[in-house]
Each structure stands twice: as C-alpha cells, then as structure tokens.
C-alpha cells in the first residue's frame, strides 16, 4: 500500500508568497537596523513634518486669535465712546457752571465797558499768601495782565493784579500796606484817597467840614458804583483841620 507524503508547509513562507508575519518580521529587523546605525535618522526624517504641523498650528491659533483682538478692540470702541459722551456731557455741565458764575459774580457796570472778565478761583489766601494777597489760579495763558483789576462777589472791586506767571497771579488787596486807590464817599460824591493799612483796613483822610457818617458806603472811581467799603469808626482831632476814615472794606 502506498503512502502519500505531504510536503510540510512553512508557517512564514510558502511557495507562492510571503506571509504577512514575515513582512512584519523583515519590516521590524529593517528598523532595529536603521535605529542601531542612524539613531537620528526619524529624527530628520520626520521634523520637516513636526515644523509644519507647527506652523499650521500657529496660523491657526493666529487666525483664532484675530476674531478674538477684533472683538476685543469692538469692545474697547464701543467704551471708548461711551467715555467720550460722557465727557462730552461733563464738559456741557462745567460750561454751564461756568457761565452760571460769571452771572453770579459778574459786574452788570463791568460788562458796559468792554473790559475782559476773567473768572479764577482763590488758591491762597493769608495766612497761606501773603497778608493782604491772593493767588489766583489764573495767569497770563488766561488773559490775566498786570494792574488788571481784581473784583469779588457782586463785582465788588478788592485789588490789582500785582504779578503774574504762566497759570497764577497775585491780587494785592486795597488794604495792603501803602496801596492808594482813588474813591468817593457818600451821598455827596465827595473825592478821596483809599489808603491801605494792613490786616485788611482802609483808612482814607477828608477836611473836617465835610458832612460824613459812620455807616456811609465807599465807592472806588471809575465807572459804575463800585463799592469798596463802608466807613466804621471816624477819628476827628479839634485841633487838626482833617479828620480819618477807618472803612472796613466789603468782604
């Protein structure tokens, strides 16, 4: 009886092809290869890969990123103009204000002679200025010249402009020691000579003849009834042909 042999078939090779186990087999050999003799050889291989998914990344975040700085910066408008308006409007209110003070504190006799009115407010006043002086928070970038008449409340007339920088001046009062400033007095109108005495009196001289009283109103020259002060108290000597107008100025 005859047998029959069977060739035994290899379990990676056969006759016709190759396994897929080989493949893998030779493929894993090849690279244990190339990573033993070149151990940088994926490394280059591979980075002109890694660069560029990097760069897609970077201009993908940059394009993101520029929806984000436009909203951003539509954020930032949009307050920038809210800031504005609301600026605006302020800027209105203090107009207004400023307009309110200058009728408040203007001189209507004032106003009739063209003469610029500068509103500034007090900085300084004694003790923190000088006795008889105030510094203004206005100077020559507003107008404001030496001998410039300086008026209070009302448009009452107080002092002179007696310096002046870029944004400040200094007002020397009518009662500062030595200042003379042409007046009347009274009803009648009578002339006289407004001398300062310091600590904020004034005192003024008149011939004993003439008819004037405590509580007469002193006016300083020039256009309009510009009230300086009031007389408080007269000093009369019988045997001098001139008597002395203590006047306490309008404060």
Do not use: C
């Not at 092809?17 to 280059?44: C, E, K, Q, T």
């Not at 209070?152 to 310096?163: D, E, L, Q, R, T």
């Amino acid at each position: 009886m005859k047998k029959t042999f069977l060739a035994k078939r290899n379990a990676l090779f056969s006759s016709t092809d190759i396994s897929w186990g080989a493949y893998a087999l030779v493929f894993a050999v090849l690279m244990l290869l190339v990573r033993l003799l070149a151990p940088n050889f994926f490394w280059h291989a591979f980075a002109p890969v890694f660069w560029s998914a990097d760069a897609l990344t970077a201009q993908s975040h940059t394009f993101l990123q520029s929806f984000s700085d436009t909203a951003a910066l539509a954020a930032q408008n949009e307050q920038l103009s809210a800031e504005n308006a609301a600026l605006v409007s302020e800027n209105q209110t203090l107009l207004k204000r400023t307009a309110d003070l200058k009728a408040l504190f203007g001189s209507p006799e004032r106003a009739e002679t063209g003469a610029p009115e500068i509103l500034a407010g007090v900085v300084a006043r004694p003790p923190a200025s000088s006795y008889d002086t105030l510094v203004l928070a206005a100077g020559e970038d507003d107008g404001v010249a030496l001998g410039m008449g300086a008026f209070g409340a009302g448009g009452v007339p107080i002092g002179v402009v007696s310096s002046v920088v870029a944004d400040f001046s200094r007002v020397t009062l009518f009662s500062s020691p030595g200042i003379r400033t042409n007046g009347w007095v009274g009803q009648a109108g009578l002339p006289l000579t407004l001398i300062g005495e310091g600590a904020g009196a004034i005192s003024a001289t008149l011939a004993r003849r003439e008819s004037v009283a405590v509580g007469d109103k002193v006016f300083s020259s020039g256009p309009g009834r510009l009230l300086v002060g009031e007389i408080v108290r007269i000093d009369s000597d019988p045997s001098t042909p001139s008597m002395t107008l203590r006047i306490m100025p309008v404060q």
